[in-house]
């Protein structure tokens, strides 16, 4: 995996290891050195990179003014590509990592009260904003939707907060009442939602009606390519010319056919890939760019084409 070369490797061990939920691990990873870690504020996240390569990011989730160690959350994939998996079955006690310094594309504004909207393992980085807004003296509410009340990570640690905070295990509760919560809007008042596509549709169609700038959103997964069309891709810088088809990725082709690029996330939200289209009509796909401000550049780990053919910079 091509790592983007701003970030600065870091050496960590894993210090602590506990169960979030079923299938979520939660680890505590503290400097190998013995100092202190790079300074984070809440929606940062960071890449994990494992013995063998493999990079993937995952959002910190412990206490931000705690600079001794940091907490991540990892969700074992049902159709892991590799790093969860291996997480969940090698990273124990005195595991030796690397991570990226902190980056963060969902931080926490300042506002008079905040409603907070979580799905499944997208609650990882509202935790540390729950913890800013209480200190600050903020009010605020947690609506947390899951699978099942075993899914549902750090549902005990969330208790504390008494009805401030909502669980709708959906096997038992239904689903977040989205239109309830958001209904009306709030002056002052900011949403961050993290969690899947079909939630945070359904939070950005509540909010339409709310002030420009108060919502905030972080999707975990992405759409998937499966059944779309296929297009002609021309790299110009190394002449190659490379189909990509309905089920693959731009970033895959192009990996595929020897096309170097660097990349992290693969789900459209960290960046790394950002990419600038020299002819052609891209197909925006991420939750990273502001497609007014940057129309020129795509991310090719999720994005496509809306015509037959797209020429890269690459």
């Known amino acids: 995996m091509t790592i983007s070369p701003t970030a600065t490797p870091l050496a960590v061990t894993v210090a602590a290891r506990t169960a979030a939920a079923t299938d979520v691990v939660a680890l505590t990873l503290v400097s190998a050195d013995g100092r202190d870690l790079p300074a984070w504020r809440p929606g940062a996240h960071v890449d994990v990179t494992l013995p063998g390569g493999l990079t993937r990011q995952y959002s910190l989730c412990g206490d931000p003014d705690d600079l001794s160690a940091w907490r991540v959350a990892v969700l074992r994939e049902r159709e892991s590509r590799g790093a969860s998996a291996w997480l969940h079955e ?157 089920d693959v990725s731009v970033l895959d082709a192009l990996l595929a056919a020897g096309v170097e690029a660097d990349y992290s996330c693969t789900q459209g939200f960290c960046g790394t890939c950002e990419t600038r289209v020299v002819e052609g009509v891209p197909d925006h796909r991420d939750d990273y760019l502001d497609h007014d401000v940057a129309p020129d550049t795509m991310m090719i780990c999720v994005s496509r084409s809306r015509c037959p053919r797209l020429v890269l910079d690459l």
């Open 90 to 246: 090698h990273a124990h006690e005195g595991v030796a990592l690397t991570v990226g310094v902190p980056r963060n594309l969902f931080a926490l504004e300042p506002a008079n009260g905040y409603v907070f909207v979580a799905g499944g393992v997208g609650i990882t980085p509202v935790l540390p904003m729950i913890t800013e807004a209480e200190r600050a003296g903020v009010p605020w509410t947690l609506w947390y939707g899951g699978r099942s009340a075993a899914s549902m990570a750090f549902a005990d640690e969330l208790a504390g907060f008494g009805d401030r905070v909502r669980l709708f295990p959906r096997d038992t509760a239904g689903r977040v009442p989205i239109a309830d919560v958001l209904g009306r809007p709030a002056a002052g008042t900011a949403v961050y939602c993290c969690g899947p596509r079909s939630l945070v549709d359904a939070v950005e169609d509540a909010c339409r009606a709310w002030e420009p700038g108060t919502l905030h959103v972080e999707r975990f997964t992405s759409a998937e390519p499966e059944g779309d069309t296929s297009f002609e891709v021309h790299c110009v810088r190394s002449g190659v010319d490379v189909r990509v088809d309905g």
